[in-house]
């Protein structure tokens, strides 16, 4: 499988930390983390991903861990999420690639799959809405309000980051192992996280993603569609997102199949890693994978 390798690559005017592994002359996937991850969180992926002969990056997204981290809070606004993959994507010289996202990284690979389709060979999302239909569920469903409460608190500037940072990160510690199954974050884990967290700006920067939800910019131009091969993995059990998003999701996508996972949570790759690997295995493979 190869050593993991740390580079920094140049796309949409900013660095990112990129950790790459497998054979170079392979089909590049790329693995893209959500909040409050980096890299390390697709660490079971990556590693039979290269086994089975694939190109792999994980990139820290801009605003996390080792990557750039721009001061305003519109720099982290969907559409320069989505134009830093579309870069990145065009500087692996690969002509597609295979996309897959876990919470925000599927939030932003949704949008890479409707604003650049022609990087894309297929697309992967694991417990992570299309933005229209989280929209709508939000419209017309006061729980979904309730679940996604802690957005509101995010949008107060300064306190969340300071609220985070005290007692090396317990707030967020226990908040991540409270919302998995028990068992899932060893020590080790939460330990390369709390380094994470601890880069310079990383918090507030992590934090911008949430606050620049309410200046996201979608220009009439991007088509609310997917027309790319599309899969959802789904952990019934997320406290955030409910399965419903996963359904109303896949009304977006021209071609799009989904699998629902009854005992994971909103971690679901870190809970079950084998069946994910499977499950992404088999789609990129044969396209049919087993429900």
């Known amino acids: ?18 950790v790459q592994q497998g054979p170079e002359d392979g089909q590049l996937v790329i693995l893209l983390h959500g909040f409050p991850e980096f890299w390390y969180g697709w660490n079971s992926q990556m ?4 086994n089975k002969g694939f190109r792999v990056w994980a990139p820290d997204q801009r605003g996390y861990n080792l990557s750039d981290k721009p001061k305003k809070v519109s720099d982290y606004r969907t559409d320069h999420l989505a134009a830093d993959i579309a870069g990145l994507i065009k500087a692996s010289g690969k002509e597609k690639v295979i996309l897959v996202g876990h919470d925000w990284g599927g939030i932003v690979a949704w949008r890479v799959a409707r604003e650049y389709p022609e990087l894309l060979q297929k697309l992967i999302i694991l417990n992570a809405p299309h933005e229209l239909a989280m929209s709508n569920q939000l419209l017309t469903h006061p729980l979904q309000i309730l679940k996604s409460s802690y957005i509101a608190f995010f949008q107060l500037r300064g306190l969340p980051e300071k609220l985070f940072g005290m007692s090396n990160w317990k ?15 060893s020590e080790e884990d939460l330990q390369k996280y709390r380094t994470a967290w601890s880069q310079p700006g990383a918090m507030r920067s992590m934090i ?19 027309t790319v091969p599309t899969f959802l993995v789904w952990g019934a059990k997320d406290q955030f997102l409910g399965p419903e998003l996963a359904r109303k999701s896949l009304e977006f996508c021209d071609d799009g199949r989904g699998v629902l996972l009854g005992e994971a949570t909103h971690w679901v790759h870190h809970e079950e890693p084998e069946r994910v690997n499977k499950l992404i295995l088999d789609f990129i493979i044969s396209e049919e994978p087993p429900l």
């Open 171 to 185: 707030v967020v510690e226990k908040a991540l192992v409270a919302s998995s199954r028990k068992g899932t974050f």
């Open 47 to 50: 590693s039979e991903l290269a």
């Open 1 to 18: 499988m190869g050593m993991q390798e740390h580079k920094s690559i140049e796309t949409n005017g900013i660095k990112l930390h990129v």
């Open 208 to 226: 911008n993603w949430y606050r620049a939800l309410v200046s996201n910019y979608t220009s009439s131009d991007v088509p609310s569609r997917v």
